[in-house]
């Protein structure tokens, strides 16, 4: 039980990592543009 709370969290943390860097990513490239 513990073990797939941890995964959840670690898959929480990476989408909003990824949503984070795609947001940034976009952004820099619309102000480049």
Do not use: P, Q, W
Request: aromatic share 12%; glycine share 6%.
């Amino acid at each position: 039980m513990k073990g797939k709370h941890y995964f959840i969290v670690f898959l929480m943390s990476a989408a909003g990592a990824a949503v984070a860097v795609s947001y940034c990513n976009s952004k820099h490239t619309t102000a480049t543009k």
